[in-house]
């Protein structure tokens, strides 16, 4: 039944978390919000109209194990199960050439987009596989960046790598639970991330060039198109993106 199935959306306060809550709270799932800014949670959960009553904010912080063991067990104490978790929160620095990069700032996008993945999706698990019916689904907000860098973006473009094996990894060792793992890899969705796209980029070539960006809610489409397979089929990774940003072709 569609008022049973159960979501976490992390990031869910703003851009791509914002736009899959929408399209899975407006498709009948409860879905626990997830994020640093409580505020942001409650107007996410405010744009759902007369489905807000099925999401459940939860302010938390991604990169620490006890702030996200209580996201899921107040989404098990509300809920009863889990069916789908988006890994969504993630963070970058303004671009800024490697040997530039402090260690403080290394550490932070790796706490969050990498270790936060890790947690999420372990905290995930434990629920799906304990859960009757067991399984579930995890899709992992990827970037083109697990792909291609761009200059100036070492902590996120390694971090978006990392992404990828955790996603591959989530697929193997969720099989015998019938957990289903995806990666959704986005170039340039329309959010206050990318707002700057359009003052120009730093390109390869050195150059500052504006890129075009596509309606976020595409992306949350597509999350949700995932979300509803059966978990006897999958999707493992998809690129969803603007179609003329410079990404086939990069350097």
Known sequence: MADNR????????SGVGRSAALALLGDGYKVTLVGRRPEALEETASLAGSNSGNALAVSADAGKADSVADVFKKTSDAFGRLDLLFNNAGIGVPSTSLEEITPEQWQAVVDINLTGTFLCTREAMLL??????????????G???AH????????YTATKHGVTGLTRSTALDGRKYNIAASQVDIGNAATPMTQRMSGGV??????????????VKYVGEQILFIANMPLDTNIQFVT????????????
Do not use: Y
């Open 148 to 155: 291609v860098p761009r200059p100036g973006s070492s902590p």
């Open 240 to 251: 969803i993106m603007a179609t003329k940003m410079p990404f086939i072709g990069r350097g």
């Open 6 to 13: 159960v979501a976490v959306v992390t990031g869910a306060g």
């Open 143 to 145: 970037s083109i960046s």
């Open 128 to 141: 799906m596989r304990a859960q009757d019916p067991m399984g579930g689904r995890i899709i992992n907000n």
């Open 202 to 215: 730093p390109q390869a070539s050195g150059e500052m060039v504006p890129e075009p960006t596509f309606d």
